[in-house]
């Protein structure tokens, strides 16, 4: 088969990249097992990154919902259009996988990924298909042996490290299968290696603040081998703190510590005042009549149980681009766990106005000092929790910081996307959001 391969790209004036990583699956047997490690079903939606020729392509296309194949050569994607050109279900598009945009993929529901990446950049092509917020729930992909290795590492071993932890932190990852050179043209000079990665589901690991992980295991790894003590960025707290706390020595090098103690250190040092509170069910609410005039104060508990009127505040942050930033709530929320809402809602404080309240929520939820002006007002219904609700909005690009027991991830998408989004899957939505969004496309 190599040798048709090699006719193949030579005919088509493709000469395998060294520089790019262009190594061709030549063993249809080994595709169709990488491609059944998948388990691919019939409304899947499935993402190949780098088809080459077809391999994997071959055993997916007309038996999944859509097939999206991602190729970098122009050449080949070509011929791939071509090739798949009487299968409806198979889309080619050419362009760089580590550039690739997954947001308008949210609409199609959970998304699965397969590929043969480059050794050059197979790094690079994880993190933007695996990092949150992502549509990608299942992926199987080929990798260069050394990256697999250091993927599923153990404590105390030598290829334990950053990528172990962050790629660790969100996905159960297992080892499937050790390939020689031998079923690729042109032969790489290093093994490679099929590894299967699932989304961990909601609830198996703490919520933790990604960004806080990710400064605390860059720092502890950038010279492993060195005790972590005055290595790491504490935020007040002493290190001796720390570690009795975490029941961890004071001696312990990043290497030494597990996924388990990195996530509990980032929960330690986390100094965000709300990392640990996603409501508090004896919060006191101002109680309204249908005039929206206040005629006490129930607790939150009491307030939803008896459906009372009250009121609540939502704000879209928009960048300069004119994007919108949704925030999926956390699966420990008690209303709409694990959804899709509005940059930032709340309800009021007792005696606190709109305005105030609107402020006070981007700054908890957010991060950031803002002045956003209102721009709808919403009267109670049962899609916004019998709330009267003032919409607002205003600018700012971010970065945002949100407490993770409230905020799972967050991300910006163009009103493009989220009108596709809203129309072919409202239940990945807070209903709150949906009737803000209705009154927010109504005013412009």
């Given at each position: 088969?190599?040798?048709?391969?090699?006719?193949?790209?030579?005919?088509?004036?493709?000469?395998?990249?060294?520089?790019?990583?262009?190594?061709?699956?030549?063993?249809?047997?080994?595709?169709?097992?990488?491609?059944?490690?998948?388990?691919?079903?019939?409304?899947?939606?499935?993402?190949?990154?780098?088809?080459?020729?077809?391999?994997?392509?071959?055993?997916?296309?007309?038996?999944?919902?859509?097939?999206?194949?991602?190729?970098?050569?122009?050449?080949?994607?070509?011929?791939?259009?071509?090739?798949?050109?009487?299968?409806?279900?198979?889309?080619?598009?050419?362009?760089?996988?580590?550039?690739?945009?997954?947001?308008?993929?949210?609409?199609?529901?959970?998304?699965?990924?397969?590929?043969?990446?480059?050794?050059?950049?197979?790094?690079?092509?994880?993190?933007?298909?695996?990092?949150?917020?992502?549509p990608v729930v299942e992926a199987v992909f080929m990798?260069?042996?050394?990256?697999?290795?250091?993927?599923?590492?153990?404590?105390?071993?030598?290829?334990?490290?950053?990528?172990?932890?962050?790629?660790?932190?969100?996905?159960?990852?297992?080892?499937?299968?050790?390939?020689?050179?031998?079923?690729?043209?042109?032969?790489?000079?290093?093994?490679?290696?099929?590894?299967?990665?699932?989304?961990?589901?909601?609830?198996?690991?703490?919520?933790?603040?990604?960004?806080?992980?990710?400064?605390?295991?860059?720092?502890?790894?950038?010279?492993?081998?060195?005790?972590?003590?005055?290595?790491?960025?504490?935020?007040?707290?002493?290190?001796?703190?720390?570690?009795?706390?975490?029941?961890?020595?004071?001696?312990?090098?990043?290497?030494?510590?597990?996924?388990?103690?990195?996530?509990?250190?980032?929960?330690?040092?986390?100094?965000?005042?709300?990392?640990?509170?996603?409501?508090?069910?004896?919060?006191?609410?101002?109680?309204?009549?249908?005039?929206?005039?206040?005629?006490?104060?129930?607790?939150?508990?009491?307030?939803?149980?008896?459906?009372?009127?009250?009121?609540?505040?939502?704000?879209?942050?928009?960048?300069?681009?004119?994007?919108?930033?949704?925030?999926?709530?956390?699966?420990?929320?008690?209303?709409?766990?694990?959804?899709?809402?509005?940059?930032?809602?709340?309800?009021?404080?007792?005696?606190?106005?709109?305005?105030?309240?609107?402020?006070?929520?981007?700054?908890?939820?957010?991060?950031?000092e803002v002045e956003p002006q209102e721009i709808a007002?919403?009267?109670?219904?049962?899609?916004?929790?019998?709330?009267?609700?003032?919409?607002?909005?205003?600018?700012?690009?971010?970065?945002?910081?949100?407490?993770?027991?409230?905020?799972?991830?967050?991300?910006?998408?163009?009103?493009?996307?989220?009108?596709?989004?809203?129309?072919?899957?409202?239940?990945?939505?807070?209903?709150?959001?949906?009737?803000?969004?209705?009154?927010?496309?109504?005013?412009?």
């Amino acid at each position: 088969m190599g040798t048709d391969l090699k006719a193949l790209l030579d005919g088509l004036g493709v000469r395998p990249s060294k520089a790019m990583g262009q190594n061709f699956l030549t063993d249809s047997s080994v595709a169709k097992g990488i491609v059944a490690a998948l388990r691919p079903a019939a409304d899947d939606i499935v993402v190949e990154i780098g088809p080459g020729t077809g391999a994997l392509s071959d055993h997916l296309a007309g038996k999944v919902r859509r097939l999206l194949l991602v190729e970098f050569d122009r050449k080949l994607a070509a011929y791939l259009r071509e090739r798949f050109a009487q299968e409806p279900t198979v889309e080619v598009i050419e362009g760089d996988a580590t550039d690739f945009d997954l947001r308008p993929l949210f609409a199609e529901g959970p998304v699965k990924a397969i590929g043969n990446l480059p050794y050059s950049c197979g790094g690079e092509i994880l993190r933007r298909f695996l990092d949150p917020p992502t549509p990608v729930v299942e992926a199987v992909f080929m990798l260069q042996r050394e990256v697999a290795e250091r993927l599923v590492a153990s404590p105390r071993s030598k290829d334990y490290g950053r990528m172990t932890l962050m790629i660790g932190a969100g996905w159960r990852v297992e080892p499937l299968r050790v390939l020689p050179p031998e079923p690729f043209y042109p032969r790489p000079a290093v093994d490679s290696s099929v590894v299967r990665f699932r989304a961990r589901p909601p609830g198996e690991v703490a919520p933790f603040d990604r960004k806080v992980f990710d400064r605390l295991v860059r720092c502890g790894f950038a010279q492993r081998r060195k005790q972590l003590k005055r290595r790491l960025p504490l935020e007040g707290a002493s290190w001796e703190e720390v570690c009795a706390a975490l029941g961890i020595s004071e001696m312990a090098r990043a290497e030494e510590l597990s996924l388990a103690d990195w996530l509990q250190l980032t929960r330690f040092v986390d100094q965000h005042p709300l990392k640990d509170t996603p409501q508090c069910s004896d919060e006191m609410f101002d109680v309204v009549d249908a005039d929206d005039v206040v005629i006490g104060q129930r607790s939150r508990g009491e307030v939803h149980a008896e459906k009372l009127l009250h009121r609540a505040v939502h704000s879209f942050v928009f960048n300069r681009r004119g994007e919108l930033f949704l925030q999926r709530r956390s699966h420990l929320k008690d209303i709409a766990p694990g959804l899709w809402d509005s940059s930032s809602s709340g309800h009021l404080d007792v005696s606190e106005g709109y305005a105030a309240g609107a402020k006070r929520e981007i700054e908890e939820e957010l991060g950031v000092e803002v002045e956003p002006q209102e721009i709808a007002r919403i009267d109670p219904c049962e899609d916004t929790g019998w709330e009267f609700v003032r919409l607002f909005r205003c600018v700012h690009r971010g970065p945002f910081r949100w407490p993770c027991s409230e905020v799972e991830t967050g991300q910006f998408f163009s009103e493009e996307v989220i009108v596709d989004w809203l129309a072919r899957r409202p239940e990945d939505f807070a209903s709150g959001f949906r009737e803000c969004w209705r009154h927010y496309r109504r005013s412009r």
